[in-house]
């Protein structure tokens, strides 16, 4: 089906999916921790995800060799987003719950702001300033600066990676905000995720070396959640959804995907989720909703290029 001709009712659905699929995905990620090292576990994902969604684009007729243009795009998702960003939260997840992680690493709206108006001029009404200000200050509360631990190394550690992993795909989206694209976004993930399976498998390669992995049931579920429907399932949604839904309808969703994660984890992994956790995660997606409405021109351009 197109996703052009999408009805509203199926748009939504897929909508969901992609919410409980990105939500989900936290947890699995976590959870395959206990079997492999962070980059393989990253890596491991990938393989899958291109073969499904280059079938996706030979099948509909949409596989197509990138233009000149649209090089510097593949690399910027490749590296900042499907490398830096993954490779990151694979590593900080380590020294962190799976909920906590999510929260943090889906602060990454709040630092679109500030950087869109560095880089690209995009002076921030008083609606998203005052979304800044509400969403920093519930990443003040998950970070608790006078009762964290600046002791533990580890604590300090996890934070620290995943909020880099969140800026970094801050910078990816800036950078798809001020691309001119000529292929559509769609046709570009299955290079996007051939550079970033090659740069992974070395990165894996050189940092830690051929694993040894105890193959089991639950690892090849959780990899294959990983790749087929946290990756090309939910890539292949959300590219539908964008199409078929406007931009500010899917912004403000898509605050969903961290709720389903701290009850996910919460649920699965037995964390425990208490109320400052809680109040800091409902700070920060009012704040992300508070800018996420106030230009919807502005987060229809972010939304389109958005990849999970």
Request: charge should be positive.
């Amino acid at each position: 089906m197109s996703a052009d001709k999408l009805s509203r009712r199926t748009a939504f659905s897929l909508l969901l999916i992609v919410i409980l699929a990105w939500g989900m995905t936290w947890v699995v990620n976590k959870a395959a921790l206990e079997y492999l090292p962070p980059i393989w576990a990253s890596f491991l994902r990938l393989p899958a995800a291109f073969l499904l969604l280059s079938a996706l684009c030979i099948a509909s007729g949409r596989m197509v060799v990138p233009v000149k243009a649209d090089i510097p795009v593949i690399f910027t998702v490749g590296w900042l987003h499907m490398v830096g960003f993954s490779v990151l939260v694979s590593f900080g997840m380590q020294y962190l719950p799976a909920g906590r992680s999510i929260v943090l690493g889906y602060t990454t709206p709040l630092w679109v702001v500030p950087a869109a108006w560095l880089f690209l001029g995009e002076k921030p009404g008083p609606r998203r300033l005052l979304g800044l200000v509400i969403g920093m200050g519930g990443l003040t509360l998950i970070l608790q600066p006078a009762s964290m631990d600046w002791g533990n190394p580890d604590t300090l550690l996890g934070h620290a990676l995943i909020l880099l992993a969140a800026l970094m795909w801050a910078i990816c989206i800036v950078y798809g905000r001020a691309h001119r694209f000529v292929t559509p976004t769609f046709e570009l993930l299955p290079w996007q995720l051939l550079l970033a399976g090659f740069t992974q498998l070395a990165l894996a390669l050189y940092f830690e070396g051929v694993p040894q992995i105890e193959w089991t049931l639950e690892l090849v579920f959780l990899l294959g959640y990983g790749s087929v429907v946290g990756t090309a399932l939910a890539y292949w949604a959300m590219n539908a959804v964008n199409r078929g839904l406007p931009a500010s309808t899917t912004s403000i969703a898509l605050l969903g995907v961290p709720v389903v994660g701290l009850l996910s984890s919460k649920i699965f992994l037995s964390e425990p989720v208490d109320s400052i956790l809680m109040i800091a995660t409902a700070l920060i997606i009012f704040g992300i909703a508070l800018g996420a409405t106030s230009s919807k021109s502005a987060s229809k351009s972010q939304t389109a290029r958005r990849t999970g």
